[in-house]
Structure formats: C-alpha cells, structure tokens
C-alpha cells in the first residue's frame, strides 16, 4: 500500500495515550459528581428536617468541593462536560418554573400582588444602585447586574413555607404567590435585559427599545407555538412510543432556548417562556401524560440536572475571595439593600386589603428569599464576565443569607398572626 494511500485524516489521530487519559478524565468526572450528587440528597433530606431549603445544602455541597484544593477538583472545575451538565440544569430548571407558573391563577391574584410585585423588583434594585457604589467604584454596567439579582424571589421556597404554615390559602399566602410569581416574570425580564445591556456595552433608549421589540417577538412567537402545538400533537399521535412526551419537551426545551439566544436574549428567557406556554391539555391522550403532570414527567431529569447547576453554582464561590474586605462588605450591603428592599412589597398593599386580614410583614418577608432564581442571576454574571469571583462570592452570600433567613422568619410571623 502506497504511503499516500495509507494516511489517516487528522480527526482520526487519536494517540492511545490521549484516548486513555480522556477516558480516565471523564470517569474521574462522573465518579466525583456520583458522590456530590448522593451528598446533595442526604444533606438536603436533612436540611428539611430541621427547616432548612434543600437548595442550601445543594449549594454548600458545591462550596465545599470547590475549596478543596484537591487535583481531582480541580479537573471538575475545569471540565466542559460538568459546564454543560450546569448550563443544561439552569435551562430546566427555569423551565419546570416556568410549567409551575398559572397565568389564569396570577390574573386572579388581583392588584395586591402586582403591586407587590412590581415593589419587590424596583425597591431593592434601586437601594442596591445607591448603595452599591460606596463599597467600590464600579462601572455602571457592574453596578447595574448586581443590583438586578436583588430583584429575584424564589416560589419554590416561599410556597413550601406557606404550606408548612397552612396559610397557603389566606390572603397574605394568595398576595405572596401572585407577586412571587409575576416577580417572577418580571425578573426574567429584567435578567434578559440586563445581559443584553451589558453584552451590548452600553445603554442607550435605542438599544432598549431593540431589546424590548426582541422580547416582544420571542413571546409572540410562542404565543403562536402555543396555538399550533396542539394541532402539531394530535398529527403525530399516531406516532407514539414510550418516552414521546418526554422527547417532545426537551427538544422544545432546547430549541426555545435556542431561539432566545439568537434573539439576543437569555436561553433561560426562552426555557421559562416555553414552560408558561405549555399546559397538560396540549398532551391530552398520551399514554405518558394520562398519569402524570407535564412536572411529573420532567422530574427525573430536573431532579438529575438541576443539583448539578447548584454544585457548580457552589463550586464557583471561593470563601478566600469573600473573606477580602471588600468582598465581605459587598455581601453586607447586597444581603441589606436584599432585605429591606422586599419589605417594601408588604408596603405596597392596599390599606382595604390590610383591614381584609392581610399582614404586610408576612407578605414582605414571604417574597425575601432569592433561592435558586438569585443564583441563576449569579451564574449569568459569571458568564458574561461581569462578576469577579469576590463578586461572586458576594451575591451567593445574599442568596444564601436572604434563603436560609425567610422560612424562620416567615414561621415566626405566621405564629404571631
């Protein structure tokens, strides 16, 4: 054989050595995260035995790993497959919100909760683009994402005190999911807008105008996939085999998200949107969706993906950095400005509605907790390149403070009303 004849194209040259040690790498990978992610189980049972959120124990396992100081961590760290393992985590995560989110439920809600709502986005933003300068001389754009992860509110962990507390059907439990919800929303909105700002490098009406046009025709054309999903559905239902609706949501999942970045927004912008848009309905008469929710079916792979997000999400919080001054300070001001600035929500209710039965503490304190939608602001900054890693550190420290502070807090003014 000729000597031409016998070359091998350069995408084939794998040297033995390099195969095995790629090998080597992910097992390392997949054993290390094995072993995080039992951790993440055990200790987040336990965190709810004693009133702790889950996602606390998720994020420390994370913090832990990360400042290890370890070989094997360090190739973790490094590794783009555990990267995209998060990126996908964040995606479904804000997608299962998303299907978690009844807009017919948030409509009933009613002027309270959107007033709340609006009040917990604008107070803290606004304390935290005052205050925030006096820590250090940032430059707007900086000054500007770190204010915004003080507009997050997490359902989840608001939801779960409220039933804890049997006060999900009061007045104060239906103001605090109306406006955790459209906060919800509206933190969305803001996240988008703020990475397309900064993406963009400056801050012009144009610019937020193009930005606002962009988010008006990614939602029109989900609006749109919402009309024709179910006509799309009864055409391929003949097709059917076992895992079709779980395929289904997925490849949406991912192509929306998709769709949002080349639109210049967020992927998470378009992971959420998609799960607002979908409903049980649209998978009527599916075998897989007769005996469980559009959640229940997707709950293997969040419950897989998602911790997966958080140990990252720890994993990037160096305790060196936020043990620097600056850093420590920062998270002081962010977790105040964090704090009172949700209060303003109870403030927000109408006097009638006070005298109604609701109590304005309860509802200002119900929408303090950040949880997993503060990190997902965190996470952003980190990619965009805006937050340092004192920086960083500085937000998850709001996170985690505002998290773990509101069920007590949310408890001990349920015992008082």
Known sequence: MSKKGSRIPKYLQIHPVDAYNKTMHLLDLMAILSIALVATKLLGGLAAKIGIPPVIAELLVGVAIGNFGSEYVQKLQSSEILLGLSELGALFLLFIVGLETNLKEMAKVGVDAAASAFAGVAAPVLLGFIFIPFVANYELKHTLFMAAALSATSVGITARVLGDSKMLGSISGRIILGAAVIDDVLGIIVLASVSALVMQGHVTAGAMGLLLLKICAFVAGIALLKRILPRFLRGIKPLEVSGSVTILMLSLCLVSAWAAEK???????????????????????????????????????????????????????????????????????????????????????????????????????????????????????????????????????????????????????????
């Open 263 to 417: 639109a210049g927004l967020a992927g998470i912008v378009g992971a959420f949107a998609l799960g607002v848009a979908l409903d049980d309905v649209h998978f009527k008469g599916y075998r897989e969706a007769e005996s469980l929710t559009l959640e229940g079916i997707m709950k293997p792979i969040s419950d897989f993906l998602v911790p997966v997000f958080f140990i990252v999400m720890g994993m990037n919080v160096k305790l060196g950095a936020l043990a620097e001054r600056k850093s420590m300070m920062l998270a002081i001001v962010l977790t105040l400005c964090g704090i009172i600035g949700k209060l303003a929500c109870g403030a927000a209710v109408r006097p009638k509605t006070v005298k109604a039965g609701a109590d304005r503490l309860l509802i200002g304190l119900g929408m303090m907790p950040r949880g997993e939608v503060g990190l997902i602001f965190a996470a952003v900054g980190m990619k965009l390149g805006v937050l340092n890693n004192a920086d960083y550190a500085a937000v998850v420290a709001m996170v985690a403070v505002t998290t773990l502070l509101a069920p007590y807090l949310m408890a001990w003014r349920a015992r008082k009303i």
